[in-house]
C-alpha cells in the first residue's frame, strides 16, 4: 500500500511546482493565472465556493481510464469485461458513467449493490465477491438477478444454491481461487500456505472439491474462476505467475470433470502514481500481460480460451480525485517540523494513518510558486497519528490558502468516517469548466438521523 515512511528519503524542499506533479494529478490539471484548475474549474474558487473538506473527481480522468481498460485488454481478445471494482470509490454518478463507458460493476456488498440498483444499471453487468455475504445480501443478489457471484466459501455455496432454489433461479458463479502467488506490491512471493480469508486454495485440493460441489449443486451455474492478487500493485510478472497457476488449474478442472472453464476472472490490482517519482505500469502492458498471457497459457494446454474480466477500482479513479482543504493554522516547532493544519483529516482520508501512505501537496493557489518548505500536514482530529502527509515539500503555507492533496480519487471517500462527528466531505465532478454536487456535504441533521436516544 504504497512505500513505508522508512523506505523513502528524508523530504526536503523539492521546488516543485503544480508543473512537476501532472503526473499524479487528475490528466485536465493545469495552471492558469498561478492557481490549479481541474476540468476547467479553479480549485481555489471552488473551495471557497463549495467549501471544504472537499473531493473533487475529475470525469475525463475517470472515463479515460475506463476506456483504456476497454481498449487495451479487448485490443488481445474480443471477450473481456472491465468489472469496476466499486469499493474504491462509488456514487450514483460513477455507476452511469462505468455504464456508459461499456464496463461492468463488482460491488462487495449489499449496500453497493443497492447503488447499482438505484442508478438502473444494468444487472447482468453486476459481479458480486465478499468473503462472507450473508445470507441477506445473497438473496438481494438473486432478486436484483446480477450477472455473477464470486462464491468464497462452501457455506455460502450452499446456501446461493438453496436460496436460488427456492426462487426457481439459477445463478452464475465464479470461484474464488488463491493462486498461492501474492503481489508484494513491487514485486511477488508465492504463498504456499495459502493463509488466506479469501477464497479457495490450490494446494490442499479445495478449489477443486469447491469446483466439483459447484457443478452438480442446483440453482448454480458454474461459469468460471476467479482471483485476486492484491493491490497497488507495480510488478505485472506476478499476475502473469498467478495466471500460470490459474491455467493449469482450468486444465485439470477439464480432464477431471470434462467441463470447460468459461470464463478467467484476474480480479484488480494495478498500481497508480501517488509520489511524482512513481512509474507504475501502463493499463496498456498490464492488457498484454493479462490476456495474451492468458491466451498463451491456454494454448499451452490445449484449451479454448475463455471469456476474461479484469476487476480494476484503484487505476481508475485514484489519480482522477484530489481532497481540497483550506490551511486553518501554521504551528512551526523551532528545530523540530512545521505542522500545517488542515479542516479535514483521518475521518476523510484514513489512508496514511493506516497504511503509512504517502501523498503529494501543494497549495491550489500558489501552483506555480516552487515548493520552498517541508511541513507535515495535520488533521483536525484528537489524535496525533491524525496526519494527512508527514514531510511535505510545499509552497509557503498561511492560513486561509487552499491545500491540495493529489491522487486521493481512490479508497478515500469510500473509508470515510465520522470519528469526532466530523461531517464527511461532498463529492464535487467537474467536467468542461462546469462542476456539480456528486455527493452532498453531511450536516449535523445527517449524523443524527439515525440515533434514536
Ligand atoms: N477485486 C477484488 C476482489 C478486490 O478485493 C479488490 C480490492 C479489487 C478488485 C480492486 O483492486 P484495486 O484495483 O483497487 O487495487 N483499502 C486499500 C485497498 C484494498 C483493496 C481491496 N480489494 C487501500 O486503501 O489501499
Known amino acids: 500500500m504504497g512505500k513505508p515512511a522508512a523506505s523513502r528519503p528524508p523530504a526536503t524542499p523539492d521546488a516543485k ?49 475506463l476506456s483504456e481498460f476497454v481498449k487495451w485488454t479487448r485490443y488481445h481478445w474480443k471477450d473481456v469485461d472491465v468489472v469496476y471494482a466499486g469499493k474504491a470509490f462509488l456514487s450514483l454518478d460513477i455507476v452511469r458513467i462505468v455504464e456508459e463507458e461499456d464496463c461492468c460493476l463488482l460491488c462487495a456488498s449489499g449496500g453497493e449493490l443497492a447503488y447499482a440498483v438505484r442508478a ?26 446480477i450477472g455473477r457471484v464470486v462464491v468464497d466459501n462452501f457455506e455460502e455455496m450452499e446456501r446461493l444454491s438453496a436460496l436460488a432454489a427456492e426462487r426457481g433461479a439459477t445463478q452464475k458463479v465464479l470461484i474464488r481461487v488463491t493462486p498461492g502467488v501474492e503481489a508484494d506490491t513491487h514485486d511477488f512471493i508465492m504463498t504456499g500456505a495459502e493463509d488466506s480469508k479469501f477464497g479457495f486454495g490450490l494446494n490442499q485440493g479445495l478449489a477443486m472439491q469447491a469446483v466439483k460441489r459447484a457443478i452438480e449443486l442446483p440453482g448454480i451455474d458454474f461459469d468460471g ?39 478467467l476472472d484476474v480480479g484488480g490490482g494495478l498500481g497508480v502514481a501517488y509520489g511524482a517519482p512513481d512509474e507504475p505500469s501502463t493499463v496498456k502492458d498490464f492488457g498484454k500481460v493479462v490476456v495474451d498471457g492468458i491466451k498463451e497459457e491456454c494454448e499451452k494446454h490445449g484449451l479454448d480460451v475463455p471469456r476474461m474480466a479484469v476487476e480494476p477500482g484503484r ?49 491550489a493557489n500558489k501552483a506555480d510558486q516552487p515548493r520552498e518548505m517541508v511541513a507535515t500536514v495535520a488533521g483536525k482530529h484528537c489524535e496525533s497519528g491524525d496526519i494527512v502527509v508527514r514531510d511535505a515539500p510545499l509552497q509557503c ?55 434514536l436516544g
Request: aromatic share 6%.
Open 17 to 65: 511546482t503544480a508543473h512537476d506533479l501532472m503526473g499524479v494529478l487528475p490528466m485536465t490539471a493545469e495552471v492558469c493565472d498561478g492557481r490549479l484548475c481541474i476540468g476547467g474549474v479553479d480549485m481555489t474558487d471552488l473551495a471557497r465556493e463549495a467549501g471544504t473538506a472537499l473531493y473533487v473527481m475529475d470525469e475525463a480522468t475517470i472515463r479515460h481510464q
Open 120 to 145: 438502473g444499471f444494468p444487472m447482468e453487468r453486476v459481479q458480486m465477491h465478499g468473503n462472507n455475504k450473508t445470507p441477506a445480501e445473497l438473496a438481494e443478489c438473486l432478486d436484483a438477478g
Open 225 to 263: 474462476l476467479h482471483m485476486h492478487i492484491g493491490s497497488q500493485i507495480y510488478a505485472l510478472h506476478s499476475f502473469a505467475k498467478a495466471i500460470e497457476v490459474m491455467v493449469a488449474f482450468m486444465r485439470e478442472i477439464q480432464a477431471e470433470t470434462g467441463v470447460a472453464v468459461r470464463m
Open 315 to 363: 487505476s481508475i479513479v485514484a489519480n482522477a480525485g484530489v481532497t481540497l482543504y483550506t490551511i486553518g493554522s501554521v504551528k512551526e516547532i523551532p528545530g523540530i517540523r512545521t505542522y500545517v493544519a488542515v479542516d479535514g483529516g483521518m475521518s476523510d482520508n484514513i489512508r496514511t494513518s493506516l497504511y503509512d501512505a504517502h501523498y503529494e501537496a501543494l497549495i
Open 397 to 451: 503555507p498561511e492560513p486561509g490558502d487552499v491545500l491540495c492533496v493529489c491522487a486521493t480519487g481512490g479508497y478515500c471517500q469510500s473509508m470515510a468516517s465520522n470519528y469526532n462527528k466530523q461531517v464527511r466531505p461532498g463529492v464535487v465532478f467537474v467536467r468542461d469548466g462546469e462542476w456539480r454536487w456528486a455527493v452532498r456535504r453531511e450536516t449535523y441533521e445527517d449524523l443524527l438521523r439515525c440515533d
